[in-house]
Every structure is written in C-alpha cells, then in structure tokens.
C-alpha cells in the first residue's frame, strides 16, 4: 500500500512539474519602446529604450542589441555587461552614447558606441531576435517581423511604441503587432533608465489590462493638425496671427516661426515681430500619450516692406 501510495504521489508531482510555468526570471519578455537618433544639432546623442512587460526580466547580462542600416546591413551590436537591478513590470533600461547622457541627464545601462548608427532617415534596432523595430526607407531584412517601417524621425524627435491596444497605461504583448508603422510614432524625446520607479498603473477594473475605455483605447494614430485662420499671403502685418486645431481631444501644440525650435503655444498664436521677407509657420498637435503630429500643418507668407512716408 506504502509503495502504491509513494508511486501516485511520484506520478503526481511530475505532471504537477510538466505544468510547472517556466521560472520568469529571465530576459525575452521585453519591446523595443523608444529611439532617438539624435538630432541636426547634436548628432551623436543617440538612444534605444527598452521596456519589460512581466517581471522578473531584469537578467539581461551578456544579451545584445543589434543597429541597421536602411539597406538591413548590420552597423554595430551593444551587450548589457551587467544585470540591471530593477525587474518590476513596467521597468524600463536604456543604452545609450555618453552625448545622450549629457543631453538627458542620466546614467544609461549599457552603452551604445561607437554612436553615428542610428540614422532618423532609415534603418532598424532589434532586442536579440526578439522584437524589431524599422522606419523611414529601410528595406532590409529582420530576425523578428517588424512590418511595415514607421516614417522617417523627424529632427530632435524620437520613435516610441504606443501602448494604446488593451490597457492604456501599461505596456502588454497586445501592444507589439509586429508592424512597425502601427506601432511606432514620433515623440519629444524622454529616455527613462532603469534607476526611475515605472510610473505605469493598471487599468482601474481591469485585471488583465482589459477593458480599457476612451480615445487612446481606440488604437488611433498621432493626431492630424489643421489652421483654421492664416493671415493674408502677403501683407505689411509684421505680427500675424494663426488659429489651429486637432482631430483628437485633449491635445496640445508646438510652433515653429521659420527655423526656431518648436515651442509649446496655443490657438489663436501670434507671432513676435518679424522682419520684412519671406516665412513660414509651422503648428502640430500632440495628444495625451505623448504622439505627435508627423506632418505639422504649414503656411508660408511674406511680410512686405512698409512704405516710407513721404
């Protein structure tokens, strides 16, 4: 009886084993979320964030990420020498060049070198051959689908995955579509090493992350930008004045007179003083995940000259 009972309790706890989850402390459960390539002004401040969607995934020593050129070719690899010590859900790491750093304002946790890989017109990144991410005019080939590249990085901005399908607020495996394009849109730049707390938070009633309400769980792209009121083509108006607008709710806007950074502003915008001569306006919107307009609205004029009284 002793030896039946010892059997059973054999037999049992090996399919208790065999349906045993694999131990999660591990490195596979984490998407590409953000990339910089710099900008016109400091080329070389280049960025990959990446970002963990279950816990425990915080045993990254000796694993790799990988840069392409538009064509596919292989232009460098960065390892992780160490584990990073955050493995919550959520937690995010970054590699990163040392003009980055100094941009920014943080420590990295891996470096990326020699810097000059990443170029905002075209190319790729890809975690080991587990997540990939393309844009602008790379037609090469991946180790992990990554679709339809995202468009071109416009200058100063970066790349970041949207968290829109399923929950929100968090980063899930409904998030990756595999469609670089859908995936991705241009954002400010806000790498978050691993050192910073997540600041993401399940949605409230959702256990799985489900059940998410509202406009971003409509899985819309980046907003669309439109001027409602222009000045005349041509005037002797040296301030003018531009009223915009945006498809989505709960937007903000960014403009940009000529080639001056973009600021934040709001409608109606009114323009400093401006010298007699050709220029252009440029506005675009940005919603409440951070997404922005890839194709500010635009307008170009000239300010003539007044005349000289007699």
């Known amino acids: 009886m002793l030896r039946r009972v010892g059997i059973a309790v054999a037999v049992t706890v090996g399919v208790l084993a065999l349906w045993a989850p694999v131990a999660a402390a591990t490195f596979h459960l984490i998407s590409i979320r953000e990339v910089y390539p710099g900008s016109i002004a400091k080329p070389a401040s280049e960025y990959v964030e990446l970002q963990m969607w279950a816990e425990d995934q915080n045993h990254v020593a000796g694993h790799l990420l990988r840069t392409y050129d538009a064509a596919g070719t292989p232009t460098g690899t960065d390892v992780f020498a160490t584990e990073v010590a955050r493995g919550e859900n959520q937690s995010t790491l970054v590699l990163a060049t040392p003009e980055a750093e100094a941009e920014f304002g943080f420590l990295g946790d891996a470096p990326i070198a020699p810097s000059g890989r990443l170029d905002p017109a075209g190319g790729a990144v890809c975690w080991e051959a587990i997540d990939c991410v393309a844009w602008g005019g790379f037609s090469g080939s991946l180790p992990s689908p990554a679709g339809t590249p995202a468009a071109a990085i416009p200058d100063a901005m970066a790349l970041r995955r949207t968290i829109a399908p399923g929950c929100p607020t968090l980063l899930e495996p409904l998030d990756d579509r595999d469609d670089s394009a859908a995936d991705f849109s241009p ?30 769980a409509a899985g819309h792209g980046a907003p669309e930008t439109t001027l409602r009121r222009k000045p005349a083509r041509k ?6 004045t531009f009223r915009f607008d945006s498809d989505q709710a709960n937007t903000s806007f960014e403009c940009r007179v000529d080639a001056r950074p973009f600021r934040a502003c709001r409608s109606p915008f009114t323009s400093r003083a401006l010298s007699p001569g050709s220029h252009n306006f440029r506005v675009r919107a940005r919603d409440d995940s951070g997404r922005v307009d890839p194709s500010p609205a635009a307008f170009a004029f000239r300010i003539l000259p007044r005349r000289s009284r007699q």
């Open 187 to 216: 954002v400010f730049p806000g790498p978050r090493p691993n050192s910073v707390v997540p600041s993401e938070r399940a949605c409230s009633g959702a256990a799985g992350g489900g059940g998410a309400t509202g406009p971003s």
């Open 235 to 240: 005037s002797h108006d040296r301030t003018p």
